[in-house]
């Protein structure tokens, strides 16, 4: 027990000595994957605040020319008035007293009214076009110059409009639109080129809405700035850049107007022709007025991590540029598959050790359960073979000093000499089977034997034996059929087999009992010879044990029973040998029924 004790600790040790090697490996490899991890993003980083300041750089060189100071622009705003688109009043302003321009004016225009008759000449049309590049305006506030324009289109047909009347109203409606814009598109409906010259009208007015809506923010603050507003639920932005008005005094205000869509293109093609690569896991956005824009191919930058940023300008339109890292998978693709070779080959090291721990622990259980069975073994054999050499010797002995001189007796010292030596044939030739089998040679000799002749023969074999036991060993007549079976087998081994178990039925009976040896046909395939005894019987538990190699039931101390513990594997192993099998068949205190089973 000490040495298996001993044996046990000495594994655990050997297995620490193998598993923390590893463990340390692996915290090792793990820590410097973080650390890896770690110079990747660093390196990102450091790559990211090299770029982010030339691509700023170049991105104001290229920058539109709408963004600089004094650059035309859609919108425009001089002295705090709506400039461009042209603004007008949406409603008409009566006016207290006209000027005597306006007042020449309203009397020429009451004059031109009262010739308007149906059918108008050409001449009244002619008139009405020039009337209509006066500015003069009505006493009710409505301009003259539109009105002389309805006059003309009410009387005159869609087929007879003089082209003159077509290019007044064109530039009246771009330049001097007025809240009766709306009627000369009415009035002039079927014209040719009224359509195209409405839609350009009514774009005109989306983006003079717009200015109205930023004009208020605007004035607020005369600088280069960016506004974001909504209008009818749409986003728009407002790029406000100063400018230098004709008069020296005067204020003017560049308004461009873009959708988020448009502000993004102008930005991305800002970032082309800046003509800077970003690396593949890299994204660029602009901070502008508290909004972010992608001007590269992810617009959804929201969440991603600012690697650095950099202060750059538009024209004079400043803003923040952010290198943001858009696509970890990419930055982080080659870390990935050091980590996943590194996790395969540490896995791979724990699998071999684990597997290595757990062989060299089997093994060298094994090596102990072998290194004690053939303990047991050598003593088991020794203690067979000095008991009957040492009665031969002092029988012998006895009969060479003549010290035994009745003839009975005499004879009884020679069978007693001769049942010794057959036992102890019996012994070496078990050892001997043994030796053969556990190196591999041995060899089998397959003929047709006829079985109730070998099992009879064994029976004879063992009687002396029985006998000297005082156990009745009892042979049963087959029945019809099974007395003339033959299977092809070694005679020699089964008749051994059978000897085997025939012995151990004897060695485990009580004196007086009976071990019976039969024969019985099995589904008529097989034939199976039985030897029951009426012994102690074998615990269920043990059934499966009494096969293996050295096993004795009980210990080498208390010698329980004789023999040297390999009958049995023998017997197992001719079985199998011979493409049969053991059965047994036994309860404690009922007794015990071993049979060989043989194909026929």
Known sequence: MKMRRWIDFTLLWQAALVVLPVVALSAVAFYSLGRDKASVERDARQR?????????????????????????????????????????????????SLSPADGGASKAWDTLVSEAKDPVSPSFVQRCVDFSRTDAHAESGAP?????????????????TPPALLDEMTRDVLSSPSFLTPELFEAAAGRPGVAELKAKWEAQEKTLGLMRTLRPQILAAWFPREIWFWQDGHAFLAWCTP??????????????????????????????????????????????????????????????????SAPGHLGVHPFTLELVLADPKELYAA??????????????????????????????????LLSEMKSNFVSSVSHELRAPIAAVRLMAESLDRGTVAEESKRKDYFRLIVQECRRLSALVENVLDFSRIDQGRKHYTFEPVEVAAVARQAVALMEPCAADRQVSLTFVEPAVGAAEVQARCDAHAIEQSLVNLIDNAIKHSPAGAEVKVAIELAGGAAVRIWVEDHGEGIPKEEQARIFDLFYRHGSELRRETQGAGIGLSIVKHVAEAHGGRVIVESAPGEGSRFALELPV
């Open 48 to 96: 990211a605040e090299e770029l982010a300041p030339e691509l700023a750089r170049r991105m104001r060189e290229h920058a539109p020319s709408f963004l600089n100071i004094g650059a035309p622009a859609p919108g425009l705003i001089e002295d705090g008035r709506i400039v461009s688109p042209p603004d007008y009043p949406r409603f008409p302003e009566p006016q207290g």
């Open 144 to 160: 003259l110059r539109d009105l002389a324009l309805l006059l003309a289109l009410r009387h005159t047909k869609p087929k007879e």
């Open 243 to 308: 400018g230098q008005g004709a008069r020296t005094l005067s204020r003017q205000l560049g308004v461009m107007l873009m959708t988020p869509e448009q502000a993004d293109g102008v930005l991305r093609d800002d970032f082309r022709q800046s003509g800077v690569a970003l690396p593949a896991w890299a994204d660029a956005v602009v901070r502008l007025n508290g909004w972010r824009r992608a001007i590269t191919a992810n617009p959804d930058l929201a969440h991603a991590k600012v690697l650095a």
């Open 335 to 368: 870390y990935e598959r050091r980590k996943w070779l590194t996790a395969g080959l540490i896995l791979s090291a724990a699998m071999a050790a684990m597997f290595g721990t757990v062989g060299m622990w089997r093994n060298s259980r094994r090596q102990a």
